[in-house]
């Protein structure tokens, strides 16, 4: 039997409108993630230069926590799109099992 719009399966349509969706937001979300980075680097990069040469012993030991951070936040932008892609698989195997 199928539903009112002429899917074969009943609220597909709408679920994959919502799954749509989210994935939209997840992607804007990882690239408002990724804009960060880049612009938290910039602002380090510009600190870190500023103060070259002021503290010699001391800006290898900053640069090393510098470059940590950026790791970190880069695995946090990774994690992101590795959810995406995840959601991504789930909708097309949602539309597969459906009959779609």
């Known amino acids: 039997m199928a539903d009112a719009d002429g899917s074969p399966v009943a609220g597909a349509k ?8 989210r994935h939209a937001e997840l992607t804007e979300e990882v690239l408002r993630l990724e804009s960060l ?8 990069e510009a ?16 640069e090393a926590v510098t470059q940590r951070i950026l ?6 932008v990774k994690s992101l799109e590795d959810k995406i892609k995840e ?9 597969l099992l459906d009959g779609g």
């Open 14 to 21: 709408e679920r994959i409108q919502r799954m749509l969706g």
């Open 71 to 76: 790791d970190d936040e880069d695995e946090q």
């Open 37 to 44: 980075v880049e612009k938290q680097g910039r602002e380090l």
């Open 87 to 95: 959601m991504q698989e789930q909708v097309i195997l949602g539309i």
């Open 47 to 62: 600190m870190n230069n500023s103060r070259m040469g002021m503290y010699d012993d001391e800006y290898g030991a900053e």
